[in-house]
């Protein structure tokens, strides 16, 4: 990661502490022992992360040198064993936490994918991989179609796609301004995830036409 | 590629729209929304070639650059979800296009598997993974078992393979061939597809023993 | 691998020809046909290193360069195909052999990390994902949630994953000790599951508390 902002790596570990909680309550949900809780909490945390470096080149993981990072999916999948209950309830703040997250791994993935040169649709499946490619596998291992793809309720990859190309216009346009960027590709994520829940705005169904 | 045969470029073509047409048919056929249409187009399009890639190192995956095949691929998408009615009547037509890109797709894999030094076996898998890889991850997606492994009806990973096998084999008896291998493999695939189709041929079954 | 003991040699070949026959078994009781039977005894035997190799930037996989390794998952998947009767018999053989490739792969995928410079948990990683990586992928190919995330009979991906951490701490305290290491680390691996198999012991579910 090249930016220089502190803010985005506060953000960023607040995105991984949400996903990871987001994926050990999944887990718990459907029965799975300790191990499978600790499993899904780290593949939804850093799952998208891992197969964007994988695919740009960047190996191993960046996350694999990030023993924090991963310390802390550790105990956030514990505490979520523990108490899953308690955070089954906290639907909004979750709702908000997630979208956060959302927005800025969008962002931080797409600024991988034009570090490695990349080019518009490069990009923009770098950024996008990276904020829902996680809860893709979560999905795959858990033996449901992935819900980013069904999902009717929600934009959800749509609003992290979005948000990559925002990130990749805007330096092209204006050069020397990539934190700037960043922040407006997390800020588009998070305003259209906004206006899907609260206004309705939706993608049209095949159904539909 | 380091073929220099410009009808294998437009074979190529031809077979990354069919995939693309076929993934997008599918997730309609599945009630998904526009944007599951289009990664389900841009997976089966290219993420075959992309596994390959990544197993052989080629990092990021050679399509990553092709940006005017992406762009393809979308606009695929686009027509298959208004017009998904008039192509599923297509099945002759269909089935044309998908053994040529299959028999296209094996070729080019296997060339690429040998450029980078593999073997036989890896080349073979190199070649079946760019022909099938794609359809497998768009079946994954999609909640189901990957066709090509429990279909009864026709041959069609066997015959990829077969194809592969065949483009390692003919420069490893006669030199400076390369080419005329390529052309021989994708041949030798579309002749098992229409063996399989139109003579009955089948792989035995474990039931069946 | 680094390794110098002849016998560890012997002990992937034996946890090399158990994986594909127990992925070639599964396929046949799936009633695949003869190439999906091959696939997934592939697939099963050498997918979990392959992932592993991916991640750690080892391209092509070690495992594509050996192709007598491959020649004879392909034989054992043709005997398989034909007695698999038998095989299905063989309760307590086929989870010796199983247990004593699991606690082989956990140490020499722990093994295949810390020579890429991974800490602790990209180590734990290497050595889980080389051990269980090809059975969850064998899953999900067959369209079920992986074995190894909801199992509640038996410990598997977590006694994979402690003979890994072994693997990590023996030279960390005692430098020059890795032959030693990697049989420690195989040892705990197959205590953990004998003491699972015959005292009971378990992970907590969630469910359970």
New interface residues.
Partial sequence: MGTSLPVIDVLAWIGVLTFAAMGALA???????????M??AAVTAVGGG?IRD????N???AV??D?PK??AVIVVALLV??F?RTLDRLGTPMWLLDTLALGVFAALGAETGME?G?????TV?AGTVSAIGGG?VRD???????A?????RDLY??AA?AGAAVVFAIPALLPDLLPFALLCGAATTIALRAASRYLGL??????A?
Avoid: C, H, Y
């Fill in positions: 887990a718990t949900q459907k029965g799975l022992d300790l191990l499978g809780v499993v899904l891992s994988i695919v740009v080149g190996l191993p993981p694999f040198r023993e991963l310390w064993f523990r899953s490695a990349l080019g518009f649709f490069g499946f893709m795959l291992f858990l033996g449901t179609v992935p980013v793809l069904t999902n009717n990859a749509s796609a939706r993608l049209p169904r095949a159904g036409t």
